[in-house]
């Protein structure tokens, strides 16, 4: 493809990167950043970075390869990608997010991704946060947790909601299925986390001597604090429990759960090789059922993401 655009007066200001994906819809953010710096896309025919904010009258030369396309990204596949929208304002959007979806793509080629769902509804949103692989991200959910997830449209809104998590404002609720019967209705587990040794995928509870460090320096272990709360007990001695991450570290609940001896149901990662999931289940069954915060406006905001389908079944079933 070659292509010469002249940046309008409504378009100048914007960065050359979300520039060029409002240009350009069939490729994603990430392809276009790739071009720049491999010099497919050129200002002013000069070298240009992603981040350069573009001025009216610039000159964008474009001469991209059909390579430049990822598979899944051809046929408009990421604009065909569509999310369940619980709230949208101004400021926010908030989704349900389906299981099976990551929130922004990792070193490897992961797609669809919430990300690029965001980058096509909404292209000036590559402008905010502070990480342009994650724009408007101010909280994830694992690639098979679903449920309920703000994402901020304005730098405002995520200044505003990053605060929130970072000073443990916002209110988080999941539903967990598990194996095992708690004895106690209720518990707090407050243990921090590191990467485990042996699966550098996994995160296990750290040796109480070792400091943590909740500023979240690379590779320490990380202060986390888990509360949850007995739902009801199910047949074949599962329970679903309603749990309460009172800080956001990468797989607390799973983790958590795994060191109470109650591990999600479907988890991979961390259940006992001798406890079989009931028939059915294709992923770990965690679901962000309620998120609350406090929204630009001032107002403080519950938003509650149904259970989705194959979750429900699996209920259904273990009641019958």
Same mark, same amino acid.
């Given at each position: 493809?070659?292509?010469?655009?002249?940046?309008?007066?409504?378009?100048?200001?914007? @960065?050359?990167? $979300?520039?060029?994906?409002?240009?350009?819809?069939?490729?994603?953010?990430?392809?276009?950043?790739?071009?720049?710096?491999?010099?497919?896309? *050129?200002?002013?025919?000069?070298?240009?970075?992603?981040?350069?904010? $573009?001025?009216?009258?610039? #000159?964008?030369?474009?001469?991209?390869?059909?390579?430049?396309?990822?598979?899944?990204?051809?046929?408009?596949?990421?604009?065909?990608?569509?999310?369940?929208?619980?709230?949208?304002?101004?400021?926010?959007? #908030?989704?349900?997010?389906?299981?099976?979806?990551?929130?922004?793509?990792?070193?490897?080629?992961?797609?669809?991704?919430?990300?690029?769902?965001?980058?096509? @509804?909404?292209?000036?949103?590559?402008?905010?946060?502070?990480?342009?692989?994650?724009?408007?991200?101010?909280?994830?959910?694992?690639?098979?947790?679903?449920?309920?997830?703000?994402?901020?449209?304005?730098?405002?809104?995520?200044? !505003?909601?990053?605060?929130?998590?970072?000073?443990? +404002? /916002?209110? *988080?609720?999941?539903?967990?299925?598990?194996?095992?019967?708690?004895?106690?209705?209720?518990?707090?587990?407050?243990?921090?986390?590191?990467?485990?040794?042996?699966?550098?995928?996994?995160? %296990?509870? /750290?040796?109480?001597?070792?400091? %943590?460090?909740?500023?979240?320096?690379?590779?320490?272990?990380?202060?986390?604090?888990?509360?949850?709360?007995?739902?009801?007990?199910?047949?074949?001695?599962?329970?679903?429990?309603? $749990?309460?991450?009172? %800080?956001?570290?990468?797989?607390?609940?799973?983790? !958590?759960?795994?060191?109470?001896?109650?591990?999600?149901?479907?988890? /991979?990662?961390?259940?006992?090789? +001798?406890?079989?999931?009931? !028939?059915?289940?294709?992923?770990?069954?965690? !679901?962000?059922?309620?998120? %609350?915060?406090?929204?630009?406006?001032?107002?403080?905001?519950?938003?509650?993401?149904?259970?989705?389908?194959?979750?429900?079944? $699996?209920?259904?079933?273990?009641?019958?």
């Amino acid at each position: 493809m070659e292509k010469l655009l002249t940046v309008s007066a409504a378009d100048a200001g914007q @960065r050359l990167d $979300v520039f060029c994906v409002s240009q350009l819809p069939g490729y994603s953010r990430a392809a276009l950043q790739r071009a720049i710096r491999e010099d497919q896309i *050129k200002i002013n025919n000069t070298t240009g970075k992603p981040r350069q904010i $573009v001025s009216e009258g610039d #000159v964008i030369t474009i001469a991209l390869p059909a390579s430049a396309h990822r598979p899944e990204e051809q046929a408009g596949a990421p604009a065909s990608l569509t999310f369940p929208i619980l709230y949208e304002d101004r400021d926010v959007v #908030v989704i349900n997010k389906p299981a099976g979806v990551v929130v922004h793509a990792g070193n490897g080629r992961e797609a669809p991704t919430v990300v690029s769902w965001l980058e096509q @509804r909404y292209p000036a949103i590559g402008t905010v946060g502070e990480d342009a692989q994650r724009p408007g991200i101010v909280h994830r959910l694992d690639r098979e947790t679903s449920g309920a997830l703000i994402i901020a449209k304005t730098q405002a809104a995520y200044e !505003h909601l990053k605060e929130q998590f970072q000073r443990r +404002r /916002a209110h *988080k609720e999941y539903l967990a299925l598990v194996f095992g019967q708690p004895g106690e209705t209720k518990g707090r587990i407050n243990r921090a986390l590191t990467r485990s040794r042996r699966n550098p995928l996994r995160r %296990t509870i /750290a040796s109480e001597s070792v400091p %943590t460090s909740p500023e979240g320096l690379r590779g320490a272990p990380k202060d986390a604090v888990t509360e949850w709360r007995l739902e009801e007990k199910l047949a074949g001695r599962f329970t679903l429990l309603r $749990v309460f991450p009172l %800080t956001g570290r990468t797989h607390q609940i799973r983790a !958590h759960l795994h060191f109470l001896g109650f591990p999600i149901v479907g988890d /991979a990662l961390y259940t006992f090789k +001798r406890q079989r999931p009931p !028939h059915g289940v294709m992923r770990h069954l965690l !679901h962000a059922q309620r998120l %609350t915060v406090t929204l630009l406006t001032g107002k403080r905001k519950t938003f509650t993401a149904p259970l989705p389908p194959d979750f429900q079944q $699996v209920l259904d079933a273990l009641k019958q």
